[in-house]
Antibody, heavy 115, light 107 residues
Framework: QIQLVQSGPELKKPGESLKISCKAS????????MQWVKQAPGKGLQYMGW????????TYADDFKERFVFSLETSATTAYLQINNLKNEDTATYFC????????WGQGVMVTVSS | DIQMTQSPSFLSASVEDRVSINCKASQNLNRYLNWYQQKLGEAPKLLIY???SLQTGIPSRFSGSGSGTDFTLTISSLQPEDVATYFC?????????FGTGTKLELK
């Protein structure tokens, strides 16, 4: 069955970096884009952007053009989200999700940024 | 960016009630509007894609309607397991944008 399994929760200090993984299985990885979504505590969902899994080209929404990096390890059917120079406002759950339709989601990674 | 206005924000209904949730877009979406269910602590689940197509495995009590700027998710007979937050997503125009969510509870 189709699954997106994300890495575990993270506790970081402001200024640090982190890299979240999203391991895909049950389908051909390069047939579907990978999207990223942020859900801050008590807030709605915010679309971060997507990465073309065939050519590895990322596209970022305006709020995520600085400090955020989408990447792939295609041989491992894994997508990554890296966040550099973490800020308190990056505290959120981050989801990966499959395809233009956004049909399957990972379970989310809770990231806490606190000094 | 397209703004998605979702209503109501909160909904309380009884088992077997018919429930409707609405999303209104600031621009024409054609039919590129999805509905999701999110239970506490879980990943969102796709219910309806492209306005009215039922995702595989989703009970037929869920349905979607609408086109252009106005869309509705309907649960024909509310079940206890439907307690969740529901939200819409437009994927017609970059960047995708989400509705603000509707928290559905049992009365």
């Amino acid at each position: 069955q189709i699954q997106l399994v994300q890495s575990g929760p993270e506790l970081k200090k402001p200024g640090e970096s982190l890299k979240i993984s999203c391991k895909a299985s049950g389908y051909t990885f390069t047939d579907y884009a990978m999207q990223w979504v942020k859900q801050a505590p008590g807030k709605g969902l915010q679309y971060m952007g997507w990465i073309n899994t065939q050519i590895g080209k990322p596209t970022y929404a305006d709020d995520f053009k600085e400090r955020f990096v989408f990447s792939l390890e295609t041989s491992a059917t894994t997508a990554y989200l890296q966040i550099n120079n973490l800020k308190n406002e990056d505290t959120a759950t981050y989801f990966c999700a499959r395809g233009i339709i956004i049909d399957y989601w990972g379970q989310g990674v809770m990231v806490t940024v606190s000094s | 960016d397209i703004q998605m206005t979702q209503s109501p924000s909160f909904l309380s209904a009884s088992v077997e009630d018919r429930v409707s949730i609405n999303c209104k877009a600031s621009q024409n979406l054609n039919r590129y509007l999805n509905w999701y269910q999110q239970k506490l602590g879980e990943a969102p689940k796709l219910l309806i894609y492209n306005a009215n197509s039922l995702q595989t495995g989703i009970p037929s009590r869920f349905s979607g309607s609408g086109s252009g700027t106005d869309f509705t998710l309907t649960i024909s007979s509310l079940q206890p397991e439907d307690v969740a937050t529901y939200f819409c997503l437009q994927h017609n125009s970059w960047p995708n944008t989400f509705g603000t969510g509707t928290k559905l509870e049992l009365k």
